[in-house]
């Protein structure tokens, strides 16, 4: 999985919160501030809802694929135990090696699918947080704003400082839906 917007976010955040007390005694000599609600973006944005309804449905239909799967399962192992008596050893043996390796094979294919719509949500994160930030670029440059905080770096703003409608707005405009790229196997 790719940490690198984690990373990102995390420094920004980070760099936001250690300028916070010189950007506040700037804000007086006329350093135009702003502030945005990254979650709220990511919430309520066309493109974030979209994330969201596809993972939603992808939980469901991946949820009855594995529940099938692992039902299959148990009614191999239930197979297993009444032929314990009834056939060789060997045979027995090979079963039961069979079924484990069924079960190791089931166990990686969740694991990989979970690895890999995790990669994918993080990148339809990532390609929304970049409109994000093209989108502040442009208001900040239209606006004459010279620092833009995150919601979370800060306690208490104005609400006259929150760009986050405006960039709401643009988003929705911009990027009105995301795919993500998922298979539920089969």
Do not use: H, W
Not at 15 to 36: I, R
Not at 93 to 114: I, T, Y
């Amino acid at each position: 999985m790719d940490c690198a917007p984690r990373i990102r976010t995390l420094l920004f955040v980070i760099f936001a919160a250690l300028c916070l007390p010189t950007t506040a005694s700037l804000a007086q000599d006329g350093t135009a501030v702003a502030v945005v609600d990254v979650q709220r973006l990511l919430r309520e944005s066309l493109a974030g809802q979209a994330i969201e309804n596809q993972m939603q449905q992808f939980r469901v239909s991946f949820g009855e694929q594995i529940a099938q799967k692992e039902a299959d399962l148990r009614e191999q192992e239930r197979l297993l135990a009444e032929q314990a008596a009834v056939v060789s050893p060997e045979v027995l043996a090979e079963s039961r090696r069979q079924f484990e390796e069924d079960v190791v094979a089931l166990q990686r294919e969740v694991r990989e699918q979970q690895l890999g719509v995790e990669q994918s949500y993080a990148e339809a994160i990532d390609t929304i947080r970049q409109s994000v930030l093209a989108i502040l670029q442009s208001l900040v440059e239209e606006r004459g704003i010279d620092v833009v905080l995150p919601r979370s770096g800060y306690l208490v703003a104005s609400r006259d400082l929150d760009l986050t409608d405006d960039v709401l707005s643009e988003l929705n405009a911009t990027l009105p839906t995301l795919s993500l790229s998922l298979s539920s196997g089969g």
